[in-house]
C-alpha cells in the first residue's frame, strides 16, 4: 500500500488530482478486469480531462452570468411553428461565432426568444466559447455608471472580450442619448469582430423612437444586419402554455 500512497502523491504534485482521487478504485477495476497498464493510465487520464472540462464548464458558465440554464432540448419547438427548427440547429453549431455574424430574435414577450438565447449560450459554452449574457438595461446601467466615474474604456472590455455578447430585452424601455450612443458604442466596436445574439420585442423600423434618434438607430442596425441571422417570433406566450392546454382539455 505504501508504493500506492506514493503514487498518489506523485499524481497529486503532478496536478492530476481527481486521477489520484481514483488511484486505487482504478487499480483494483484493472486487477479484475486484467486490463493492461497502458489501459489502466489510460482510464486514470481519460477520468482527469473529463473532471477538468466540467470544472472548466462550471467556470465558464458561472462567468457568463446566464440567469438561468436552457438548452434546446428543453425548446418546444412544436408550440412555436413559425421558428425554423433547422436553423436554430444550425446556429447551435456556432458557426455563425466563427464568421463573427449576428442573431437578432424579435417577437412580443413571451414567445421564447431570451430562453432560446441562453441556449445558444449554454452550447456556445459547451464548445469552449466565452460567452457573456445581459439585459440592454443592466448594460446600460453598469456603462453609464463607468462613463460617469471616467472609467468607460475598462469597463466595455467586459462587453467586448467575450466571443459571444447576449443583449437580452432590446426594447422594452427607451433610451436617452447617453445609453443611446453608448449602445452605438458597443455595437461598432463589435462590429466583425465578435458575435451578438440579441432579443427585442421591437420591430426594426421601431428602434428609431428607441434609440431617439433615427439616424443613430440606421447606423446600429446597419452593422447589427449587415451579417445577421434574424428570427421573427411569431405565436403565443410559453407563459399561457398550461393554461391554454387546460382550456383544450376543459372544452
Not at 31 to 52: H, N
Not at 139 to 144: A, G, K
Not at 154 to 179: S, T
Not at 233 to 243: A, E, F, Q, V, W
Amino acid at each position: 500500500m505504501s508504493a500506492v500512497v506514493d503514487v498518489r502523491e506523485r499524481l497529486a504534485e503532478l496536478g492530476l488530482e481527481q486521477a489520484a482521487t481514483i488511484l486505487e478504485e482504478a487499480l483494483r477495476k484493472a486487477i479484475r478486469d486484467k486490463s493492461d497498464y497502458l489501459s489502466f493510465v489510460q482510464t486514470l487520464l481519460d477520468y482527469e480531462r473529463a473532471q477538468r472540462w466540467q470544472r472548466n464548464l462550471e467556470v465558464r458558465t458561472k462567468l457568463a452570468h446566464l440567469p438561468y440554464r436552457k438548452t434546446l432540448e428543453e425548446f418546444d419547438f412544436s408550440f412555436q411553428p413559425s421558428i425554423d427548427e433547422r436553423m436554430i440547429r444550425e446556429l447551435a453549431t456556432m458557426t455563425f461565432v466563427g464568421r463573427q455574424e449576428n442573431v437578432i430574435l424579435l417577437g412580443p414577450p413571451g414567445v421564447g426568444k431570451s430562453h432560446l438565447a441562453v441556449a445558444l449560450g449554454v452550447e456556445a459554452i459547451r464548445q469552449g466559447l466565452s460567452v457573456y449574457f445581459v439585459s440592454l438595461t443592466q448594460m446600460m446601467s453598469d456603462l453609464r455608471k463607468a462613463y460617469e466615474e471616467n472609467r468607460l474604456d475598462r469597463r466595455m472590455r467586459v462587453y467586448l472580450r467575450p466571443k459571444l455578447l447576449i443583449v437580452d430585452e432590446v426594447g422594452y424601455m427607451p433610451l436617452d442619448a447617453v445609453a443611446a450612443n453608448l449602445f452605438f458604442h458597443i455595437v461598432s466596436a463589435r462590429y466583425e469582430r465578435g458575435s451578438l445574439v440579441i432579443t427585442s420585442n421591437k420591430s426594426f423600423g421601431e428602434w428609431g423612437e428607441l434609440l431617439g434618434d433615427r439616424v443613430l438607430a440606421t447606423a446600429v442596425l446597419d452593422r447589427l444586419l449587415h451579417h445577421a441571422h434574424i428570427l421573427n417570433i411569431r405565436g403565443n406566450s410559453y407563459r399561457l402554455k398550461d393554461r391554454l392546454q387546460l382550456a383544450n382539455k376543459d372544452t
